[in-house]
């Protein structure tokens, strides 16, 4: 294999300069307006999804009015699904169950792939062949298709859902972390760890991961985005959770009404892309605060 | 409906009857022309071709172009003559006599004989999953090559409904007969049949090219040159089709948004006939064997708190009718009589109270799982619509999802569920379609559609019984009026609905079949009275 | 000679590759709950226990897991994916029918995404803080995190429903004028909205990998020595900087391309596309075991064809890189 780091986010890793991501990054990032806003807008969404239903307490389930009536034609704002549900109360519901599944899906994928990545960049030699082939094998397996046949084989519940979300999307994680392992193990004060014969796992988890969070930082919000989509897909195919209220949910069991109504798909799925757009922002603007060349210029 | 029943009385010929048919269906008023191609849409995607050995639509309505049958029907369940000029049902009821034409040939040229339709009798009751169709039937005679003789074990009030263009397509024997397992023979993908229309080409998943067979046994028919089904799996896809003129007959569509829209439409014409033989419903079936459904009184609270005018005129845009029985209304022996289970929330909190199911102390009473066949939009919408409406009962009502078909099969076949929406047709007759839900001797752990309800009363499988042997139509009906009050008192199920599904078709196209079978019977009198530009 | 060495070791690796994908595939199908027989049952509308017994016979499904697993891996090994027990047809022949379709929307929506997105990363890389370029990004952006199904269903109704240019399902039309030339119109005509909602997916990935590893090599010595003699900006940078601004973005289309492949499943479902994306969606749906198998087998075999390729075309184009 070539060393040429092949992330597919994209992204640049840190090169030679090493720090703590800190204050440096931060007013780097406060520069970049469009990194702003996107932090701004996912904390609004955020607080909705998790202000929303304690101080609204409604049943995003509850008939509350004639199927499919157009947003404005009554006293729910965004109008009501095929069933005659509240679409407003099913957004501000259905968020939380949606970002939880992002959260966690991103989680299960970086702490996977760091785990594996950090063993195979640090150990190196069989270690990291037999890591790399396992992360190898779950490239080439098609990602959609493989979580679509894991949700097959149990049921489709929210928790096999995020769990087949966070086993197929770990292997670009993995990769990212082995080349910075693989770097950074390298470096002067690595070696002076080792001198003093610091165990493994101390070096592993004090010394080098703080200095490769920065890449692997971005890499978990850009997942985050992925999972979100991801579920979104899944419960438009059918494979969702029809007892847990969430975006893609709302989207799947009103996909067939689309023709005559736009509301109850349009609108969860504006609230997905503007999730997923305003998590993107923050990745690129972490991204570009992380990586010192761009700081140069 | 009284009148129906005579008719349907009168022609399954009561007292050593000799219906001989009287002639050709009625033709159209304007002479037909000739030619033109229709493009016909549908969601299902077949298997195969051969309806001798898969039931269902998918394969019924192609393979009622593709294969002819002894008989055809008519819209108000008379039997009309097809491959059979003439029949005749014995006065014991043990023998019914076909005199098939003299002129049909299979698209390879070769003769329809009565040695087909034996062949094709043989392999339809030993492969079809409907045992039921000809069960009776100990031996087809072949007198002389346009004359077969079935012999019956006892009287069998459904055989002629059985020889329906989609429940017994003649097959040629000389393709057929060569020893391979009818059930994957490779002639499935594109058979030789005698019906209108020759399989051209069969993409699956994507379209079958019909073309008109010009050896057709029937003069001067079929019509139309060619015909493409299209499978477009998509509801909106499908309507948008049609739409655009694309498209110019969707059939089985129940998606009644776009029913709705289409119906506007001026080039546009949407038809609710022709799907009084499959008398398709959607219902609730409750396990009674587990609890707490094993108790009447709460199957009965169920079905009183499910709101059905919603479910017909809400859910389904008014476009719905309301099922009440095991029996699907548009079949004569459909009884008007009986308990409606209109919505009563209170009558059904008192059933549960007085069942000793009292609320806890967050209104719940206790909890049960909704199965559903996946990927079907209206029953994933009418197990959704449970959740909160059971709710008022303080039933705790869980969607339990199946990923996929198979995972439905193996819960509900084994018995591993609490309650579960299901389709199920009625297929013509009672003992075809209806009889397998509720007989106690059809309680077959791993079969799907047999009794999984489990379900056991001694008093219905003796009405079933008789009624399976009964040929009189008056004492037949008695006999299921008394069956059907039973069942829907037990409330082993609750019935929703009759799936509301629909023919559109391009107002230039003029004799789209709405007889009983609808588009499961030969398109062979359609013709494009102004074609599309 | 190293070469050869080392293309036999890489091929050998992607054999031991293929088969652990064969093998963990089986056994994670094989452990579903659920009777194949009863699929293959349930799919000709339900039947009797003896009907069941004689089709797991038939079929196999009587023996132990390890000799299913063995014949199976020794049919492979003679090219046969075996019978779908859906269409009860050669899984070799059901691919085959779809994968044509599938393979003409990714790599259109390949090459789409990837030139038009090196093109825009470049125009952003030149002037990285102009409000133009911001736009772009935010642009690429936006495409990126629109569900892909939303982003077809609104192509989908604006241009097939409310204004009509494009048609709304499949690959070909129903009624299809003869020769070759208005056959190949007519699937171009077909191919544009699907085309289009896979491509906007991935434009951003591109313009940004584009824009990252151009901003790099703009930065580099050799271009500074290359604007030091004097060459025209234009000069610069389409004939030195985006030659080696376009080695990663090469390489990522090389991954991606497999993610796309099975990617196309979403946009498939909403265009009615006769592809594998859809058999694939489909078979899950049914059960459909050995055509499953199939095509997680052929999308793992072509991923792993898509990196070998790739690969080597690194090795050809970069010289840097230089063998193990």
């Known amino acids: 294999m070539t060393t040429v780091n092949l992330n597919p986010a994209g992204l640049e890793p840190a090169a030679a300069e090493i720090c703590p991501p800190g204050r440096e990054a931060w007013r780097m990032f406060r520069r970049n307006i469009a990194a702003v806003a996107g932090l701004v807008m996912l904390c609004t969404i955020v607080l909705v999804c998790v202000l929303g239903p304690v101080v609204f307490p409604v049943d995003p389930f509850e008939i509350v009015w004639a199927p499919l009536t157009p947003p ?84 489709p519940t929210l928790t096999t859902i995020t769990v087949a979300i966070g086993i197929v999307s770990w292997p670009a994680v993995a990769r990212l972390a082995r080349a910075e392992f693989l770097r950074i193990k390298q470096l002067e004060f690595v070696r002076a760890a080792r001198a003093i014969s610091a165990s493994d796992a101390r070096i592993i ?83 570009d605060a992380f990586n010192p060349k761009l700081r140069e210029r | 409906m009284v009148r129906m029943v005579r008719k349907f009385v009168a022609c399954l010929g009561l007292a050593a009857a000799l219906a001989v048919a009287a002639g050709m269906p009625p033709t159209a008023f304007a002479e037909p022309k000739p030619g033109g191609t229709l493009v016909w849409v549908t969601q299902f995607n077949p298997r195969h071709l051969n309806s001798a050995v898969q039931s269902g639509v998918a394969t019924g309505m192609p393979a009622a172009q593709i294969f002819a049958s002894p008989l055809r029907y008519d819209d108000k369940w008379n039997p009309q003559p097809y491959l059979a000029e003439s029949w005749s049902v014995a006065a014991d009821g043990l023998s019914v006599t076909l005199h098939l034409v003299k002129n049909a040939t299979f698209h390879d040229g070769k003769p329809v004989t009565s040695k087909d339709v034996a062949f094709s009798v043989k392999t339809v009751k030993e492969h079809h999953p409907f045992k039921s169709m000809f069960e009776p039937v100990t031996a087809v005679e072949t007198p002389d090559p346009y004359t077969a003789i079935l012999r019956l074990a006892h009287p069998h009030p459904a055989i002629l409904l059985a020889m329906s263009p989609a429940l017994l397509p003649i097959l040629p024997e000389h393709i057929y007969g060569d020893g391979q397992d009818p059930k994957t023979h490779p002639a499935n ?33 079929p019509y139309l040159d060619r015909i493409v089904v299209r499978v477009i799996p998509d509801g909106a896809n499908r309507a948008i089709t049609m739409e655009r003129g694309e498209g110019h007959l969707l059939a089985y569509e129940d998606q009644l948004r776009e029913i709705a829209r289409l119906q506007k439409l001026d080039h546009l014409a949407v038809t609710d006939k022709g799907y009084e033989g499959v008398g398709a419903l959607v219902w609730l079936a409750f396990n009674t064997r587990k609890e707490p459904l094993n108790n009447k009184a709460v199957r009965q609270a169920i079905s009183y708190a499910i709101d059905k005018s919603f479910i017909t005129k809400a859910l389904m845009l008014g476009l719905g009718t309301r099922a009440y029985g095991p029996i699907a209304p548009g079949s004569p022996f459909a009884s008007s009589a009986l308990e409606p289970y209109e919505l009563d929330l209170d009558k059904a909190n008192r059933l549960l109270d007085e069942a000793g199911f009292k609320r806890g102390a967050d209104g719940v009473r206790f909890s049960i799982t909704v199965d559903y066949i996946p990927g079907s939009p209206l029953q994933k919408s009418l197990a959704e619509y449970l959740k909160p409406q059971l709710k008022k009962i303080g039933i705790q009502t869980e969607p339990r999802p199946s990923p996929d078909f198979p995972t439905w099969a193996q819960r509900v076949s084994n018995h591993d569920f609490d309650t579960t929406i299901d389709a199920v047709f009625n297929w013509g007759d009672p003992v075809i379609g209806v009889h397998r839900t509720y007989l106690s001797s059809n309680i077959q752990k791993g079969v799907i559609w047999s009794n999984t309800q489990s379900y056991a009363n001694s008093q219905v499988d003796q009405l079933l019984q008789q009624a399976a042997r009964e040929l009189n139509p008056d004492v037949r009906k008695q006999l299921y009026n008394e069956f059907q009050r039973i069942v829907v008192d037990d409330a082993p199920i609750s019935y929703l609905a009759l799936i509301p599904y629909r023919t559109v078709y391009h107002r230039g196209l003029a004799n789209v079949p709405e007889n009983i079978w609808g588009v499961m019977s030969p398109l062979d009198e359609v013709y494009w009275e102004t074609p599309p530009k | 000679m190293a070469l050869l060495v080392s293309l036999g070791h890489r091929l050998l690796h992607v054999v031991g590759l293929l088969l652990a994908v064969l093998i963990l595939n089986f056994a994670l199908i094989h452990l579903a709950p659920g009777d194949p027989a009863e699929v293959i049952a349930g799919t000709m509308g339900g039947v009797t226990e003896e009907v069941l017994a004689e089709i797991r016979r038939a079929y196999g499904l009587d023996q132990p897991f390890h000799v299913q697993l063995l014949t199976y891996l020794g049919r492979i090994a003679q090219g046969d994916l075996g019978y779908s027990y859906y269409f009860n047809l050669p899984v070799v022949q059901l691919i085959a029918e779809r994968v044509l379709p599938t393979l003409l929307l990714v790599l259109s929506a390949l090459i789409l995404s990837v030139v038009l997105g090196t093109f825009l990363g470049v125009l952003t890389a030149r002037k990285p803080e102009s409000g133009f ?40 039309s129903a009624i299809r004028e003869p020769g070759f030339l208005a056959a190949a119109l007519d699937i171009l005509h077909h191919l544009v909205l699907p085309m289009l909602t896979l491509a906007i997916i991935y434009l951003a990935q591109y313009s940004r990998l584009s824009r990252a590893s151009m901003l790099d090599v703009l930065g580099s010595d050799y271009i500074r020595t290359a604007r030091a ?34 990617g196309a499943v979403l946009v498939e479902t909403v265009f009615n596309w006769p592809g594998m994306g859809r058999l694939a969606f489909e078979s899950i749906l049914r059960r459909d075991s050995p055509t499953i198998l199939g095509i997680l087998f052929f999308s793992a075999l072509i991923v792993v064809i898509a990196n070998l390729l790739t690969d080597l075309a690194y090795r050809l184009v970069d010289p840097r890189i230089k063998l193990k």
């Open chain 3, 229 to 262: 003699k004097g060459l025209s900006e234009r000069k610069v940078i389409f004939k030195h900087a985006l030659r080696n601004a376009v080695l990663p973005v090469i390489t990522m289309a090389g991954l991606q391309f497999g993610n796309m492949f099975a």
């Open chain 3, 133 to 172: 370029s911001h736009l772009i990004t935010l642009f690429s952006l936006a495409g990126n995190s629109a569900p892909v199904f939303w982003t077809g269903i609104v192509l989908l109704i604006l241009f097939a429903s409310v204004w009509p240019i494009f048609p709304v399902t499949g690959m070909q």
């Open chain 2, 189 to 221: 993908m594109k058979p030789i049949g005698a019906g209108p229309f020759k399989v051209e080409e069969f993409k699956s998943g994507d379209y079958i090219t019909l073309v008109r067979n010009e050896n057709y046994f029937l003069k001067g028919r």
């Open chain 1, 72 to 155: 404005g034609e009554s006293e729910y704002l965004f109008g009501t699904d095929y069933l005659g549900r509240d679409v407003l109360a099913g957004i501000v519901y259905g968020g939380k169950a949606t970002l939880v599944v992002g959260i966690t899906a991103a989680l299960l994928s970086v702490v996977i792939g760091v785990t594996i990545g950090a063993l195979a960049g640090y150990h190196g030699g069989w270690v990291d062949s037999l890591m790399m082939r396992i992360t190898e094998f779950f490239q080439v397996l098609p990602a959609l298709l493989l979580a679509m046949a894991l949700i097959t084989l149990f049921s």
């Open chain 1, 205 to 287: 988890l004090r010394v080098i991961l703080p200095n490769a969070l920065p890449p692997l930082i971005v890499m978990a919000a850009l997942n985050t985005g992925t999972a979100i989509l991801f579920e979104a897909g899944l419960s438009f195919l059918g494979l969702g959770d029809p007892s847990q209220m969430s975006w893609g949910m709302m989207i799947g069991s009103n996909r067939d009404y689309i023709l005559s109504a736009w509301w109850p798909v349009t609108l969860p799925g504006i609230a997905i892309f503007l999730t997923v757009l305003s998590i993107s922002l923050i990745g690129d603007g972490l991204n």
